[in-house]
Protein backbone atom coordinates (compact mmCIF):
# COMPACT_ATOMS: atom_id res chain seq x y z
CA UNK A 1 0.00 0.00 0.00
CA UNK A 2 1.43 3.56 -0.71
CA UNK A 3 2.04 5.75 2.08
CA UNK A 4 0.56 8.75 -0.05
CA UNK A 5 -2.49 8.44 -2.28
CA UNK A 6 -3.90 11.10 -4.65
CA UNK A 7 -6.84 10.05 -6.52
CA UNK A 8 -8.42 12.41 -8.98
CA UNK A 9 -7.37 15.87 -7.85
CA UNK A 10 -9.35 19.22 -8.58
CA UNK A 11 -8.50 22.32 -6.75
CA UNK A 12 -10.17 25.41 -8.34
CA UNK A 13 -9.35 29.12 -7.61
CA UNK A 14 -12.40 30.84 -8.21
CA UNK A 15 -13.52 29.83 -11.69
CA UNK A 16 -9.53 28.76 -12.78
CA UNK A 17 -8.93 24.98 -12.58
CA UNK A 18 -5.30 24.74 -11.02
CA UNK A 19 -5.44 21.11 -10.59
CA UNK A 20 -7.72 18.89 -13.01
CA UNK A 21 -8.11 15.57 -11.97
CA UNK A 22 -4.25 14.29 -11.35
CA UNK A 23 -3.47 11.01 -9.59
CA UNK A 24 -0.15 10.03 -8.55
CA UNK A 25 1.69 7.69 -5.53
CA UNK A 26 3.96 7.78 -3.18
CA UNK A 27 5.87 4.64 -1.69
CA UNK A 28 7.20 4.26 1.72
CA UNK A 29 10.96 5.47 1.63
CA UNK A 30 10.76 7.06 -2.29
CA UNK A 31 11.72 9.97 -3.13
CA UNK A 32 9.18 11.51 -5.43
CA UNK A 33 9.83 14.60 -7.34
CA UNK A 34 7.25 16.38 -9.37
CA UNK A 35 8.86 18.80 -11.68
CA UNK A 36 7.00 21.40 -14.32
CA UNK A 37 7.31 25.21 -14.92
CA UNK A 38 6.17 27.84 -13.11
CA UNK A 39 2.15 27.96 -12.79
CA UNK A 40 1.83 24.62 -13.43
CA UNK A 41 0.23 23.64 -10.50
CA UNK A 42 3.11 22.21 -7.99
CA UNK A 43 3.03 24.14 -5.46
CA UNK A 44 -0.89 24.07 -5.30
CA UNK A 45 -0.74 20.40 -5.17
CA UNK A 46 1.04 20.35 -1.95
CA UNK A 47 -1.20 22.85 -0.44
CA UNK A 48 -3.79 20.70 -1.36
CA UNK A 49 -1.91 18.07 0.49
CA UNK A 50 -1.66 19.24 3.48
CA UNK A 51 -4.81 20.86 3.81
CA UNK A 52 -3.95 24.33 2.85
CA UNK A 53 -6.47 24.92 0.17
CA UNK A 54 -9.83 23.17 -0.14
CA UNK A 55 -10.01 20.38 -2.87
CA UNK A 56 -12.71 21.03 -5.23
CA UNK A 57 -13.39 17.06 -5.71
CA UNK A 58 -10.86 13.91 -5.34
CA UNK A 59 -9.69 12.40 -2.71
CA UNK A 60 -6.22 11.99 -0.50
CA UNK A 61 -5.26 9.39 1.08
CA UNK A 62 -2.36 9.19 3.88
CA UNK A 63 -1.33 6.23 5.61
CA UNK A 64 -4.51 4.43 4.54
CA UNK A 65 -6.28 7.28 6.11
CA UNK A 66 -9.00 9.58 4.14
CA UNK A 67 -7.46 13.05 4.78
CA UNK A 68 -9.27 15.36 1.88
CA UNK A 69 -11.10 17.46 4.25
CA UNK A 70 -8.76 17.27 7.43
CA UNK A 71 -7.11 20.37 8.51
CA UNK A 72 -3.91 21.28 8.15
CA UNK A 73 -2.66 21.22 11.95
CA UNK A 74 -4.14 18.01 12.04
CA UNK A 75 -2.43 16.66 9.11
CA UNK A 76 0.88 17.64 10.90
CA UNK A 77 -0.20 15.56 13.53
CA UNK A 78 -0.92 12.69 11.48
CA UNK A 79 2.89 12.35 10.31
CA UNK A 80 3.32 14.54 7.48
CA UNK A 81 5.51 17.44 7.14
CA UNK A 82 5.34 20.73 4.81
CA UNK A 83 7.96 22.67 3.92
CA UNK A 84 7.09 25.70 2.54
CA UNK A 85 8.24 27.48 -0.76
CA UNK A 86 10.13 30.69 0.61
CA UNK A 87 11.49 29.09 3.96
CA UNK A 88 9.28 30.88 6.03
CA UNK A 89 10.79 31.00 9.40
CA UNK A 90 9.93 32.92 12.09
CA UNK A 91 12.19 35.93 11.48
CA UNK A 92 11.91 37.62 14.87
CA UNK A 93 12.46 34.61 16.67
CA UNK A 94 15.63 32.50 17.20
CA UNK A 95 16.97 29.50 15.27
CA UNK A 96 16.27 27.19 18.29
CA UNK A 97 12.65 28.92 19.21
CA UNK A 98 11.96 28.24 15.41
CA UNK A 99 12.98 24.67 15.96
CA UNK A 100 11.05 23.89 18.75
CA UNK A 101 7.52 25.59 17.48
CA UNK A 102 8.21 22.55 14.85
CA UNK A 103 7.43 19.83 17.73
CA UNK A 104 4.77 21.50 19.22
CA UNK A 105 2.73 18.42 18.46
CA UNK A 106 4.89 16.36 20.66
CA UNK A 107 4.51 15.76 24.14
CA UNK A 108 7.16 14.28 25.44
CA UNK A 109 10.30 17.00 25.84
CA UNK A 110 13.03 13.88 26.02
CA UNK A 111 12.18 12.87 22.50
CA UNK A 112 12.30 16.48 21.96
CA UNK A 113 15.57 16.70 22.54
CA UNK A 114 16.87 13.57 20.67
CA UNK A 115 15.11 15.05 17.51
CA UNK A 116 17.27 18.16 18.32
CA UNK A 117 20.29 16.41 18.31
CA UNK A 118 19.17 14.41 15.30
CA UNK A 119 18.39 17.80 13.37
CA UNK A 120 21.58 19.32 14.81
CA UNK A 121 23.75 17.11 13.36
CA UNK A 122 22.11 17.12 9.80
CA UNK A 123 22.87 20.84 10.41
CA UNK A 124 25.95 21.85 12.67
CA UNK A 125 25.40 25.29 11.55
CA UNK A 126 22.07 25.31 13.01
CA UNK A 127 23.74 24.38 16.46
CA UNK A 128 26.20 27.22 15.77
CA UNK A 129 23.06 29.82 15.69
CA UNK A 130 20.61 28.58 17.66
CA UNK A 131 20.62 31.77 19.65
CA UNK A 132 20.46 33.56 16.63
CA UNK A 133 17.54 35.46 15.34
CA UNK A 134 16.60 33.81 12.23
CA UNK A 135 15.90 36.93 10.08
CA UNK A 136 19.76 37.52 10.30
CA UNK A 137 20.35 34.01 8.70
CA UNK A 138 21.61 33.79 4.99
CA UNK A 139 18.86 32.41 3.00
CA UNK A 140 21.05 29.53 2.45
CA UNK A 141 20.75 28.96 6.28
CA UNK A 142 16.82 29.73 6.64
CA UNK A 143 16.31 26.94 4.54
CA UNK A 144 18.26 24.60 6.70
CA UNK A 145 16.11 25.93 9.51
CA UNK A 146 12.82 25.61 7.63
CA UNK A 147 13.83 21.53 6.85
CA UNK A 148 15.17 21.26 10.64
CA UNK A 149 12.00 22.52 11.87
CA UNK A 150 9.42 20.26 9.25
CA UNK A 151 12.01 17.32 10.95
CA UNK A 152 11.55 18.33 14.41
CA UNK A 153 7.54 16.93 14.10
CA UNK A 154 9.36 13.76 13.36
CA UNK A 155 7.34 13.18 9.99
CA UNK A 156 6.55 9.80 7.95
CA UNK A 157 7.06 12.37 4.84
CA UNK A 158 8.61 15.51 4.00
CA UNK A 159 6.88 17.46 1.71
CA UNK A 160 9.10 20.25 0.17
CA UNK A 161 8.64 23.43 -1.70
CA UNK A 162 11.37 24.39 -3.75
CA UNK A 163 13.75 24.38 -1.45
CA UNK A 164 16.66 24.91 -3.81
CA UNK A 165 14.88 28.66 -5.15
CA UNK A 166 17.02 31.93 -4.99
CA UNK A 167 20.16 29.83 -3.27
CA UNK A 168 23.76 29.98 -4.59
CA UNK A 169 24.99 26.53 -6.67
CA UNK A 170 26.98 25.89 -2.89
CA UNK A 171 24.13 25.80 -1.03
CA UNK A 172 22.13 24.23 -3.71
CA UNK A 173 24.36 21.15 -3.38
CA UNK A 174 24.45 21.24 0.09
CA UNK A 175 20.49 21.43 0.42
CA UNK A 176 19.79 17.96 -2.30
CA UNK A 177 22.83 16.04 -0.03
CA UNK A 178 20.66 16.80 3.04
CA UNK A 179 17.72 15.66 1.67
CA UNK A 180 19.48 12.25 0.49
CA UNK A 181 21.05 11.46 3.70
CA UNK A 182 17.32 12.03 4.95
CA UNK A 183 15.68 9.95 2.37
CA UNK A 184 18.63 6.95 3.29
CA UNK A 185 17.44 7.19 6.51
CA UNK A 186 14.39 5.97 5.41
CA UNK A 187 12.42 8.78 5.36
CA UNK A 188 10.15 9.35 2.74
CA UNK A 189 10.16 12.53 0.55
CA UNK A 190 7.80 14.19 -1.96
CA UNK A 191 10.25 17.23 -3.61
CA UNK A 192 8.85 19.75 -6.19
CA UNK A 193 11.98 21.49 -7.45
CA UNK A 194 11.91 23.94 -10.68
CA UNK A 195 15.71 22.56 -10.44
CA UNK A 196 14.54 19.63 -12.65
CA UNK A 197 18.24 18.34 -13.10
CA UNK A 198 18.63 18.01 -9.34
CA UNK A 199 15.68 16.55 -8.24
CA UNK A 200 15.78 13.79 -10.89
CA UNK A 201 19.14 13.02 -10.11
CA UNK A 202 17.95 11.87 -6.50
CA UNK A 203 14.50 11.06 -6.96
CA UNK A 204 13.65 7.66 -7.19
CA UNK A 205 10.28 8.64 -9.69
CA UNK A 206 9.20 11.56 -11.05
CA UNK A 207 5.86 13.05 -12.58
CA UNK A 208 5.96 15.86 -14.66
CA UNK A 209 2.58 18.58 -14.20
CA UNK A 210 2.19 20.75 -17.00
CA UNK A 211 -1.09 23.12 -16.49
CA UNK A 212 -2.57 21.40 -14.02
CA UNK A 213 -2.54 17.72 -15.75
CA UNK A 214 0.56 15.44 -15.48
CA UNK A 215 1.59 14.59 -18.40
CA UNK A 216 4.40 12.15 -17.85
CA UNK A 217 5.60 9.35 -15.31
CA UNK A 218 8.18 7.02 -14.49
CA UNK A 219 11.59 6.16 -13.19
CA UNK A 220 14.03 9.56 -12.41
CA UNK A 221 16.41 8.15 -14.39
CA UNK A 222 14.22 7.59 -17.08
CA UNK A 223 13.13 11.06 -17.67
CA UNK A 224 16.25 12.43 -16.97
CA UNK A 225 17.43 11.03 -20.37
CA UNK A 226 14.33 11.78 -22.16
CA UNK A 227 14.58 13.64 -25.04
CA UNK A 228 11.79 15.84 -24.59
CA UNK A 229 12.41 16.07 -20.88
CA UNK A 230 15.68 17.30 -21.13
CA UNK A 231 14.76 19.82 -24.21
CA UNK A 232 11.95 21.08 -21.74
CA UNK A 233 13.22 21.76 -18.34
CA UNK A 234 16.76 20.64 -18.21
CA UNK A 235 18.22 23.62 -21.18
CA UNK A 236 19.41 21.07 -22.81
Known amino acids: MAML ?4 L ?42 LVPVASGKIEFMGNDITKTPAHTIVGMGMAHVPEGRRVFPEMTVYQNLMLGAYTRKDPSEKERTLEEVYTHFPRLRER ?3 IAGTLSGGEQQMLAMGRALMSKPSILLMD ?10 VAEIFSIIEKVAAEGKTVLLVEQNAKKALSIATRAYVLETGDITMEGPAKDLLNNDSIRKAYLGE
Not at 28 to 38: C, K
Not at 162 to 171: D, K, T
Request: aromatic share 6%; net charge neutral.
Open 5 to 8: TVKD
Open 10 to 51: KVNYGVIPALKGISFEVGEGEVIALIGANGAGKTTTLHAITG
Open 130 to 132: AKQ
Open 162 to 171: EPSMGLSPIF
